[in-house]
């Protein structure tokens, strides 16, 4: 059967980068380890720019970080820095 098999986008190398969001550039970085702290996080990607805002979501169930987080930077270039970056 097919189950288990999914469509894919065609790779586009013009959308890969920060998003545009209302007021900045927003990064997700995966890969974030469960045990992470905010601070961790922000210590890591403050060397790139000026952090408006950061988000690690939690697992309801066992308080960790889910593995993501969100990364919001003030210009384009400081976020594109970032992705290079890391």
Same mark, same amino acid.
């Given at each position: 059967?097919? =189950? !288990? +098999?999914? *469509?894919?986008?065609?790779? @586009? /190398?013009?959308?890969?980068?920060? $998003?545009?969001?209302?007021?900045?550039?927003?990064?997700?970085? =995966? !890969? +974030?380890? *469960?045990?992470?702290?905010? @601070? /961790?996080?922000?210590?890591?990607? $403050?060397?790139?720019?000026?952090?408006?805002?950061?988000?690690?979501?939690?697992?309801?169930?066992?308080?960790?970080?889910?593995?993501?987080?969100?990364?919001?930077?003030?210009?384009?270039?400081?976020?594109?820095?970032?992705?290079?970056?890391?």
């Amino acid at each position: 059967g097919k =189950s !288990g +098999v999914f *469509e894919r986008l065609p790779p @586009d /190398d013009e959308d890969a980068g920060p $998003a545009r969001s209302i007021e900045g550039w927003v990064v997700i970085a =995966s !890969g +974030v380890h *469960e045990e992470a702290q905010e @601070d /961790d996080v922000f210590e890591a990607f $403050a060397e790139f720019g000026d952090i408006k805002n950061l988000h690690l979501n939690l697992d309801r169930r066992t308080g960790f970080v889910k593995g993501y987080a969100f990364i919001e930077y003030e210009t384009k270039q400081e976020a594109a820095d970032a992705i290079r970056g890391m």
